[in-house]
């Protein structure tokens, strides 16, 4: 009993440990986007949390353990315990986001595909833009135009990324309407009207952007006969 009572102490310790700063982690990870996932992991830790502390005091946790101890083993640990909580959110986070994109819910297929985006999987980011503009979001449109666009993920289509920015813009994303006027007025070859062309830059200063404005300034002036 001797030799299972420290044992029994330093997994009470561990679990304990574990468990706040999964808490935490899930606390913090409420700050984030909307998921189920920071609940489940503030569950968890708290469950860990308690029962770590009754092993850790059943044990005869402060027999074994001087503070000393304590504190060099929270010091040398919680690095590596924060990690992997971290990590626990963020492959928790990404199959909520991927099950929820694949139910229908546009925003969801936005959100992961700008965080696999940021983690340099511009391939898988591209598919999710994709989805999320099949499912009728503007700024899910305007990514994935971007993306064609940019060859980001995938070969560049720039017919594709246009019709893409048209998309976006005709429901009302103001960027989308001045990147598709940005990307038409540099690309002869997509024979996109100067009627169009004004079009687009008008619908981009309407909606605030600046650039928009000043492209517009520089096209030519309609004559009247």
Not at 38 to 59: K, N, Q
Request: overall charge positive; aromatic content about 8%.
């Amino acid at each position: 009993m001797r030799r299972v009572l420290p044992v029994l102490t330093y997994a009470g310790f561990l679990l304990a440990l574990g468990g706040l700063i999964l808490l935490l982690v899930g606390w913090i990870a409420t700050a984030g986007p909307e998921s189920q996932v920071p609940d489940a992991m503030r569950d968890s830790g708290a469950r860990l949390l308690v029962g770590g502390s009754l092993l850790f005091g059943v044990a005869g946790g402060p027999r074994w353990l001087s503070f000393r101890r304590v504190f060099i083993l929270s010091a040398g640990l919680w690095p590596f315990l924060a990690f992997f909580s971290f990590l626990h959110w963020q492959i928790g986070l990404s199959g909520e986001q991927a099950a929820r994109c694949a139910r229908g819910e546009a925003q969801a297929c936005l959100d992961l595909g700008s965080r696999r985006l940021r983690r340099g999987h511009a391939e898988d980011a591209r598919t999710h833009f994709a989805a999320g503009c099949a499912l009728d979001l503007p700024s899910a449109c305007t990514q994935w135009a971007a993306a064609l666009r940019y060859g980001q993920g995938g070969p560049a289509d720039l017919s594709a990324a246009m019709e893409a920015y048209r998309r976006a813009c005709a429901a009302g994303d103001a960027f989308a309407c001045s990147e598709g006027g940005r990307l038409a007025a540099g690309t002869p070859a997509l024979l996109v009207e100067q009627e169009e062309l004004r079009a687009l830059f008008a619908a981009g200063c309407r909606g605030g952007i600046a650039n928009a404005c000043v492209e517009l300034d520089a096209l030519p002036q309609h004559r009247t006969p």
